[in-house]
């Protein structure tokens, strides 16, 4: 059973920047894809970007350019640094850990004036 524990969501203005953390629990972090998916109200859960274990990456068009995934596989942890947030960046965002489809508990992002 892996474990994922997300933080950093909140509420930020419009034009503003947050970093949302994933740190997973294990021993193959390093070996598996990780990912970012978000669910806004009424909508589907749909994909935010991608990581994979050599560090290619793979964003939703809505988000590239804006947004970034990493990893450090030493502290077992993905990022996603978003920047330019919009109003239609509010959802719930989620943590997955390709290997078996693990997800996060999801952190609220609220962008608003």
């Known amino acids: 059973q892996v474990q994922l524990v997300e933080s950093g969501g909140g509420l930020v203005q419009p034009g503003g920047s947050l970093r949302l953390s994933c740190a997973a629990s294990?021993?193959?972090?390093?070996?598996?894809?990780m990912g970012w998916y978000r669910q806004a109200p009424g909508k589907q859960r749909e994909l935010v970007a991608l990581?994979?274990?050599?560090?290619?990456?793979n964003y939703a068009d809505s988000v590239n350019g804006r947004f970034t995934i990493s990893r450090d596989n030493a502290k077992n942890t993905v990022y996603l640094q978003m920047n330019s947030l919009k109003p239609e960046d509010t959802a719930v965002y989620y943590c997955?850990?390709?290997?078996?489809?693990?997800w996060g508990q999801g952190t609220q992002v609220t962008v608003s004036s």
């Open positions: 990581i994979t274990s050599s560090g290619g990456t």
């Open positions: 997955y850990y390709a290997l078996r489809n693990y």
């Open positions: 294990g021993s193959i972090f390093s070996r598996v894809t």
